[in-house]
């Protein structure tokens, strides 16, 4: 195997390792993105809730007013008839209800704060969608590109005999270990005979040793 092909196997084995993890970051950007429009979903919601109450206030508040201006009138008319008694309680009533449009209109103004902060969240929640989404759709077209041009290499070298030759690098790889496996057991065998060997040296060098001066001299 030549040296720019070994190479050529690092590189791919980093680059299956890259496309491998770029697929679970796809699922976790999609997860991600997906969560995103669920929360620009109901921050629309409440946006479009927030105006609905808005609006409901706004009616109240001026049903209110025109309910303070019709009593007023109704004192009027009461007082030229010469009817204070119904005159008062209609200044009553009117006085109430411009009350009631008082409570209505704080309720606005309160309102209004909330749906202006609840638009700007809309809008910078919008505009971080709109990036996340392009953002993903790139990452993406960029990992099929990757993951086509690495197909396109696989399929050429299937056809150029590279499946064959990795069966080959296989089979080499696999006889050198069981020849590495031979050589282990080879040393184990020559060590054993070699102590047993030694073993039987010894034991001579005692046998003669014990041997007593009479038989020796026999």
Sequence with gaps: MSLFDRVLRVVRAQANHWIEATEDSEAVVEETVGAMQQDLASLRQAVAKAIATQKRAERQAAQAEAAAENWRQRARLALNQGNEAAARAALDRSQMSARTASVWHAQIEQNQAIAAQLRD???HQEQQFAEAKLQKEQLVARTQSARATRNMY???DGVSGGTAMSAFERLEDTAMCLEAEAEIMAARES?????AAAIEAELAAMKVNSVSPEGGEG
Excluded: F, I, Q
């Excluded at 060590?191 to 102590?195: I, Q, Y």
């Design 121 to 123: 969240n809309l809008r």
């Design 154 to 156: 696989e399929l050429r």
């Design 191 to 195: 060590d054993r005979l070699d102590r």
